[in-house]
Nanobody, 124 residues
Framework: QVQLVESGGGLVQAGGSLRLSCTAS????????MGWFRQAPGRDREFVAA????????YYADFVKGRFTISRDNAKTTVYLQMNSLKPEDTAVYYC?????????????????WGQGTRVTVSS
């Protein structure tokens, strides 16, 4: 059974940084694309970033370009989201997701497995 476990969320002041991690188990993770999404209270889940199976392609939502970086370590079956220059509007629960396709997608409907989420709160 595939499992995704996120960690690294917390409370940070505006302008600060956090690094989220998501570790996969139960599948040959190295063939899968990975993505990060977020959901703020009262809002739909939205795309944040994605990375292809080999790390060769990355995709970002416009509102995080230049601030967030997605990366992966296939040996550790882990994907990371480095978040810098955080803003109060980045406050949300962040979810990682697995895309069996391997190429990466901005659409949440392309993802096959989701983690439970990790909460990020940015204070002003």
């Amino acid at each position: 059974q595939v499992q995704l476990v996120e960690s690294g969320g917390g409370l940070v002041q505006a302008g600060g940084s956090l690094r989220l991690s998501c570790t996969a188990s139960g599948r040959t993770y190295s063939n899968d694309a990975m993505g990060w999404f977020r959901q703020a209270p009262g809002r739909d889940r939205e795309f944040v970033a994605a990375i292809s199976w080999d790390g060769g392609s990355t995709y970002y939502a416009d509102f995080v370009k230049g601030r967030f970086t997605i990366s992966r370590d296939n040996a550790k079956t882990t994907v990371y989201l480095q978040m810098n220059s955080l803003k109060p509007e980045d406050t949300a629960v962040y979810y990682c997701a697995l895309d069996f396709n391997g190429l990466g997608s901005i659409s949440r409907y392309e993802y096959n497995q989701w983690g439970q989420g990790t909460r990020v709160t940015v204070s002003s």
